[in-house]
């Protein structure tokens, strides 16, 4: 099971929007709707942002939001802040062997 | 609120075996339906998923590392672990515990992580 592929980067000015895909395949991102992502800060544990392509957890603002297009998710961060400034990954059920593929991650920068 | 907490030997020889315990407070190990994970992370990559277990002692593993992994959980502990036999220079990185709830298959919450170092 390979990695699913993001970008190394990306980058939006404070109070912008900067979306991230996510691509994977059929047996993975386009089989199930059991897509997440993660933000994780230098030396720090990754953090749920968003489970099942597009439902966030408690306490996650609205500005991040969630979306999958056949083989393709997507991460949208709305009204960039000074603290989504991070590493961001993607994951997905796979459903035989390795269960799980994580992305290959993505450095946001906050211009 | 569940919290996890790594722990166990930051350095480790080549050819031994790695072992790690992952000790889960503020809610029982064995309520709910959620799956015990292991992640690891080397320096300046991306996540890899190790394995899960139930508490029925279920398990699954990453296939890339299947012959080598073995998970364990105690319930009267309140913890489950991770042994990584045959270790190499390839398996140093920062290790991760996780919960995985069966009806959303995401990671939640992860504990701090523990860097294991393999090196003679």
């Known amino acids: 099971q390979s990695a699913l592929t993001q970008p190394p980067s990306a980058s939006g000015s404070a109070g912008q929007s900067v979306t991230i895909s996510c691509t994977g395949t059929r047996r993975d991102v386009g089989a199930y709707n059991y897509v997440s992502w993660y933000r994780q800060h230098p030396g720090k544990a990754p953090k749920l942002m968003i489970y099942?392509?597009?439902k966030r957890p408690s306490g996650v603002p609205d500005r991040f939001s969630g979306s999958k297009s056949g083989n393709t998710a997507s991460l949208t961060v709305s009204g960039l802040q000074a603290e989504d400034e991070a590493d961001y990954y993607c994951s997905s059920f796979a459903g035989s062997n390795t269960l799980y593929v994580f992305g290959t991650g993505t450095k946001v920068t906050v211009l | 609120q569940v919290q996890l907490q790594e722990s166990g030997p930051g350095l480790v020889k080549p050819s031994q075996t790695l072992s790690l315990t992952c000790m889960v407070s503020g809610g029982s190990i064995s309520s709910g339906s959620y799956s015990w994970n292991w992640i690891r992370q080397p320096a300046g990559k991306g996540l890899q998923w190790i394995g899960r277990i139930y508490t029925s002692g279920t398990t699954n593993y990453n296939s890339s590392l299947k012959s080598r992994v073995t998970l364990s959980l105690d319930t009267s502990k309140n913890q489950f672990s991770l042994r990584l036999s045959s270790v190499t220079a390839a398996d140093t990185a920062v290790y991760y515990c996780?919960?995985?709830?069966?009806?959303?298959?995401?990671?939640?919450?992860w504990g701090q992580g523990t860097l294991v170092t393999v090196s003679s």
């Open positions: 099942e392509v597009s």
């Open positions: 996780a919960r995985v709830n069966g009806n959303e298959n995401c990671f939640d919450p």
